[in-house]
């Protein structure tokens, strides 16, 4: 056998094993046609969750009846009464309350709302003397007067000795549409009197206002700002630490952390308060592009001090100390500034005061000996007249040592009014204070002029110093009963005469002429004011 025919052979078995161990392939089926592509859409995202509405801000708070009413959401009625206004009973002043008329049953105070109110808490400040009172409520005035049905009595009577606050928490709050208050005297045979009550209640933040004690500022300065909030019930609450400060345009200043705008740029600028969908009523300021401070002697005081009714007076070579009380009420911080003492003209004593900030306080004191004998006391700032101010006119003061002293009370609201409006008098004031001084100085210079229609010397009217300005918050005259304008506070008998200027003088359009200094304008000069020197307490 050949070696040709043994290779062949072997090269034969060869591809028979690699085709056996080979796998078989299946047989294709012919193709089918081709579906139609689908366009690929993305994926649609899910829908972004709607944004929660802001919270509405929630206090509890007292009731605002007079609010209510004129809003249609309340009726008010009482028994009977002798004296005072139901509206006194929520002035936040106990002093200024109602007295009943007598009856042969308690006396009583009845609400009725539009739509049921929970209250937990109740307030009653009865007059003096012991009383009794008690809460009692329901869902409808025939329940109540017949004391059925969703009727209830909201806490034990509480009995009273004097006029002090008394309270009553309800166990377990519901709401209710009619509250009533029945009050009784237990002194025999006295009126049931009453100086406030409140009916606390949950409440929803209604409306803001922006309070700044000016309206004009200056680049670098800060003017403070408080936002005051007003509830859907007529509850009251400071909001300033709560709200979001907005400034139009945003380049024009930014507010601290003490709640103070800081003017960065001249020109108009709008603020507004902002919590959650609730926005306050705008402000408009008017930013200078340079500031001035205003130097004003506000009074001069003079101690010590005696009630009219006592036995001590002012002996003759006892020291007698006069107060000088001193604002800058200008539109910038005030730098040093001299000042002198003088006694009928001539100058007795120098000072020097250090920077003022804006609408602080000062003092100065000057030391002098009784003589029993009339001078003229007068400080003067500035007497060189070198610092550029916003008002030259209230530098000096000068005031004679044996003049009746006069008191004047004013409330935060009226005090601010003025002083954001009387420089558009023109007329040497920038304060209410230079106001004030304008109507004592007024008073004396009618005496001047009427000396000759007194024809006994014993009763030629004295002449008049402001001696005391009190400054306290809104309805808070009369301080201790009485009456707001002829006795703002009685407990002080060491004046001659008092004055009180409430805020709610602001209501009618008795000072709403601020721009003509004339004599009947009573921004100006209030000829009606002069009547209250026929109430002084004359001393000799």
């Known amino acids: ?44 995202p899910p829908p972004a969750p709607a944004p929660k509405p802001a919270e509405a801000f929630i206090t509890q708070g007292p009731m605002d009846f007079a609010l209510l009413r004129r809003q249609g959401h309340a009726t008010l009625t009482a028994s009977p009464l002798a004296s005072g206004e139901l509206e006194a009973l929520q002035d936040g002043n106990r002093y200024t309350g109602v007295e009943f008329a007598a009856g042969t049953g308690p006396a009583w105070l009845q609400v009725v709302l539009d739509r049921p109110a929970t209250v937990v808490q109740a307030d009653v400040t009865p007059g003096e003397g012991g009383h009794e009172w008690a809460l009692d409520a329901a869902d409808s005035v025939a329940d109540l007067q017949g004391r059925k049905g969703s009727y209830q009595r909201l806490g034990a009577p509480r009995q009273t000795t ?49 309070e700044a004690p000016d309206t004009t500022t200056a680049v670098g300065a800060v003017l403070p700002l408080r936002a005051n909030g007003i ?48 926005r306050s009523e705008p402000l408009d300021l008017d930013v200078l592009p340079q500031g001035k401070p205003d130097w ?91 610092v550029d101010e916003t008002c030259e006119g209230n530098n000096s003061l000068a005031v004679d040592t044996d003049a009746q002293a006069v008191g004047f009370w004013v409330e935060d609201g009226l005090h601010r009014y003025f002083q954001q409006h009387q420089r558009e008098l023109n007329a040497g004031g920038n304060s209410w204070e230079d106001w004030a001084q304008r109507q004592v100085s007024g008073w004396n210079r009618w005496i001047d002029r009427t000396t000759w229609l007194w024809t006994t010397p014993d009763l030629t009217p004295d002449r008049w110093r402001l001696d005391r300005i009190i400054q306290v918050g809104d309805g808070m005259l009369p301080m201790a009963g009485g009456n707001a304008w002829e006795q703002p506070d009685r407990r002080d008998q060491t004046v001659g005469l008092t004055c009180g200027f409430p805020t709610s003088d602001l209501r009618g359009s008795r000072y709403r002429t601020t721009a003509k200094a004339e004599f009947g304008n009573p921004f100006y000069y209030d000829p009606a004011l002069i009547r209250a020197i026929a109430r002084t307490r004359f001393v000799k």
Do not use: C
């Open 1 to 44: 056998m050949s070696r040709l025919f043994v290779s062949l052979a072997l090269s034969s078995l060869a591809a028979l094993g690699a085709s056996a161990s080979a796998p078989k392939t299946p047989a294709r089926k012919p193709a089918s046609p081709a579906a139609p592509k689908t366009p690929i859409t993305p994926a649609t």
């Open 231 to 278: 509830f859907d019930a007529g509850a009251r609450q400071n909001m300033t630490p709560d709200v979001q400060w907005v400034i139009e345009p945003a380049n024009r200043g930014s507010v601290d952390a003490f709640t103070r705008f800081y003017a960065a740029q001249p020109g108009r600028v709008r603020l507004t308060a902002v919590q959650g969908t609730v």
């Open 296 to 386: 004003d002697v506000t009074y001069l005081e003079r101690q010590p001090r005696f009630p009219l009714d006592g036995a001590n007076r002012l002996a003759v070579g006892q020291t007698v100390q006069w107060f000088a009380h001193i604002k800058n009420y200008g539109t910038a911080d005030a730098a040093s500034v001299t000042g002198e003492w003088r006694i009928d003209g001539e100058k007795v004593q120098s000072i020097q005061f250090g920077k003022l900030e804006r609408f602080l306080p000062t003092e100065a004191i000057l030391t002098t000996k009784w003589d029993g004998k009339r001078h003229r006391i007068e400080l003067v700032l500035d007497p060189a007249n070198v």
């Open 162 to 210: 004097s006029d002090n606050l008394t309270q009553v928490v309800p166990a377990s709050p519901r709401a209710f549409r009619v509250y009533r208050l029945e009050v009784r005297a237990t002194v025999p045979g006295a009126r049931p009197r009453l100086g406030e009550w409140a009916l606390w209640t949950s409440q929803r933040l209604n409306r803001m206002q922006i």
